[in-house]
Nanobody
Framework: QVQLVESGGGLVQSGGSLRLSCVAS????????MCWYRQAPGKQRDFVAR???????SSADSVKGRFTISRDNAKNTVYLQMNSLKPEDTAVYYC?????????WGRGTLVTVSS
């Protein structure tokens, strides 16, 4: 069983930055593929970024060049550095882990970007 706890959300002005963190319980974090998703009000949950156990990353076109995903295996933590935020980035951001054939989700952290 893996538990994920996100933090770092909040209210920021357009053009600002935030760093989200997701701490994972359990000893299998190093083997997990970690992702960030987001869900805006009234919309479906969308993929934002992924980092696999080897450290290779990928991200959605909408955030390329602005958001960076990283991980610290010693701290069982994955980060999402968000720069040049736009009002359309407003959403609940969810941490996701895929490991050993199972998928886990955090409860999310709200990011609000004001114009």
């Amino acid at each position: 069983q893996v538990q994920l706890v996100e933090s770092g959300g909040g209210l920021v002005q357009s053009g600002g930055s935030l760093r989200l963190s997701c701490v994972a319980s359990g000893r299998i974090f190093r083997r997990a593929s970690m992702c960030w998703y987001r869900q805006a009000p009234g919309k479906q949950r969308d993929f934002v970024a992924r980092i696999i156990s080897a450290g290779v990353t990928s991200s959605a076109d909408s955030v390329k060049g602005r958001f960076t995903i990283s991980r610290d295996n010693a701290k069982n933590t994955v980060y999402l550095q968000m720069n040049s935020l736009k009002p359309e980035d407003t959403a609940v951001y969810y941490c996701n882990a895929n490991v050993l054939g199972s998928t886990y989700w955090g409860r999310g952290t709200l990011v609000t970007v004001s114009s």
